[in-house]
């Protein structure tokens, strides 16, 4: 028996029968059970279920017009909004693949989602849509799009809103501006009202379990990003688990602020809530108070959710207005939480914040931790129906507790391999006892109770003099100073150590001006080893984060050494 089934939830078997039905079952049996229930609010417009499966519909309809056939790739870029959900719900009606794409990305960036998936259909916001116009522009006629279906985000609220619901000032230029449509090459744009309007009816669902759903994008750490082929099924364990784990209901309210072009944000939020029949309040980016004001005024019960953005909402000088009472659930993934921090939200709330991993590949989760029973910094055990292990990353061989290697993962939620790219499928898939692993890249360990904690991914390594300094271990440690809001470890040339460690760190307001380079030198040199202690010190005003939240480590790598 693996050790992690000691600390199991009582109350769920260790796999589950996974729904032989499409994703869009999970709408059209929501929306038929509660048709009449809120499934998203957004900036005080609420949307019921009959009306979201209706607007799926719309998008379907539209697709299907234009042309989309099974099997077909559709482009889908947009920060959190109601038109998202939408959208991605239509396509998967239209018996079509998600494919979901950051709304951060650039012109140059796009050319890619374009041209990799050979979608011919795109939709997005009107802010964002100039950009793909661009990328679109500068392909050969072959490759470019053939429709762009554009939204602005008004076409779902009421840019008038105030009070608690309201959007922050700075943001209402961006949300309430009513951009004119760009010139799509060789193609054409249809705006939102004609999408809602098309008549007749979508084409039969003829889309199964087997087929591909979505085909997010990972960037790995060379080349360009590669796309992970994900089923109805792959995605449809994850979200049924993944509400099962966190004590989910239909009578749940989710604050959606993680992006849901994201894999966290799309598997293990927006389709796990929709599977369940749960309210979803939408937030398009993150704003601390926005965030205080809604967990209030919605009576949020869940918050999965970036660290980052737990330790700048209880820095917010407004946070003793919020009510935090109704929480339930709190966690999340991408970085660990600082020990401080969580201790916090237990002592102050009753709130045990519930750490996961997860990647692309996994469809989000593969690790938990037990609601119940969590470990602070800790990845958690192998989620529902997942095989996993840590093993030496030359030898395969499976490694004893507490001993460092690759964290491997065999489960359902595991995708079916890399868009167009065999070499690169083949090379991270290995065969252990007649199961096929995917190898994580990510280096761990397994302590005695079957808990997986993360050291670093294989190419994140400082070797000082021989000393190998994992920088996720001296970033929680330094998360323990005082006045230090957020910090991350890079290396830096030294011609005597060959490497050395460097850390780049934001200071809390309160302590700025107040802390020198040398004062955290030296309080690192009494509270870590002393061949891990930063040699060098960086003050910022901000880390430099990904759509998703996570602190780009190898952008600030490659600023030292390029």
């Known amino acids: 028996m693996r050790a992690h089934y000691k600390v199991w939830p009582k109350r769920l078997p260790h ?9 869009w079952d999970n709408l059209a049996t929501s929306a038929r059970r509660y048709p009449d229930k809120p499934a998203m609010v957004f900036f005080g417009r609420s949307i019921s279920y009959a009306e979201l499966h209706e607007k799926a519909e719309r998008v379907a309809a539209c697709l299907h017009a234009l042309g989309v056939k099974k099997g077909d790739r559709v482009l889908l870029s947009m920060q959190n909004c109601p038109q998202l959900v939408i959208a991605h719900f239509g396509i998967l009606r239209a018996n079509a693949v998600v494919v979901p794409v950051n709304p951060m990305n650039r012109a140059e960036e796009l050319k890619h989602y374009i041209t990799d998936p050979d979608a011919r259909v795109a939709i997005t916001t009107a802010d964002l849509a100039a950009e793909l116009a661009q990328a679109n522009s500068a392909l050969e006629p ?7 279906l554009v939204t602005h985000f008004t076409d779902c609220f009421d840019g008038a809103v105030d009070g608690p619901d309201a959007p922050p000032d700075t943001w209402r230029d961006w949300l309430l501006t009513q951009h004119a449509a760009p010139v799509l090459d060789g193609g054409q744009v249809h705006h939102w009202e004609a999408v809602m309007g098309t008549p007749g009816a979508p084409p039969a669902l003829t889309v199964g379990s087997a087929d591909l759903a979505v085909l997010p994008y990972t960037s790995g750490t060379t080349g360009l990003p590669k796309g992970c082929m994900h089923t109805h099924a792959s995605i449809m364990h994850n979200a049924v688990a993944s509400g099962l784990w966190g004590n989910g209901t239909m009578e749940n309210v989710t604050l959606m602020v993680v992006p849901m072009f994201h894999i966290t944000g799309m598997v293990s939020l927006m389709h796990t809530n929709i599977c369940a029949g749960a309210t979803m309040v939408i937030m398009p980016r993150w704003d601390r108070d926005l965030a205080g004001r809604l967990i209030s005024r919605y009576q949020v019960t869940h918050w999965t959710n970036i660290p980052t953005m737990v330790i700048d909402l209880m820095a917010s000088p407004n946070f003793a207005l919020y009510d935090l009472s109704s929480m339930v659930y709190i966690g999340g993934g991408g970085a660990a939480m600082p020990q401080a921090v969580a201790q916090r939200l237990l002592e102050q709330f009753g709130l045990r914040y519930v750490e996961g991993y997860g990647l692309t590949e996994t469809a989000a989760p593969s690790h938990s931790n037990p609601p119940d029973a969590p470990k602070q910094q800790c990845l958690g055990i192998p989620f529902m129906g997942v095989d996993a292990r840590v093993v030496d990353p030359d030898t395969l061989k499976e490694l004893p507790v507490g001993e460092q290697g690759e964290i491997l993962i065999c489960g359902p939620q595991v995708f079916q391999g890399y868009w167009k790219r065999p070499d ?4 991270v898939f290995v065969q252990i006892d007649g199961k096929r692993f995917f190898r994580s890249g990510d280096l761990g360990h397994v302590d005695a109770d079957g808990y997986f904690f993360l050291t670093d991914r294989l190419k994140r390594m400082i070797n000082a003099s021989g000393f190998k300094v994992w920088p996720a271990e001296v970033e929680a440690l330094m998360f323990r100073h005082p006045a230090i809001q957020e910090a991350c470890i890079i290396s830096t040339k030294d011609s005597y150590r060959g490497e050395s460690v460097k850390a780049v760190v934001v200071l ?3 302590h700025k001006g107040q802390v020198s ?5 030296d309080w690192c040199r009494e509270n870590m080893a002393v061949y891990k202690v930063p040699r060098s010190v960086q003050f910022v005003d901000a880390l430099p984060k990904s759509g998703a939240g996570k602190v780009m480590w190898r952008k600030l790598q490659e600023a030292e050494n390029p």
């Open 508 to 510: 809390r307001a309160s």
């Open 15 to 23: 796999t589950i029968t996974v729904p032989a039905t499409s994703l």
């Open 517 to 521: 380079e040398q004062n955290l030198i």
């Open 424 to 427: 690169a499928t083949a090379a």
């Open 142 to 148: 072959a490759q470019r799009l053939q429709h762009l």
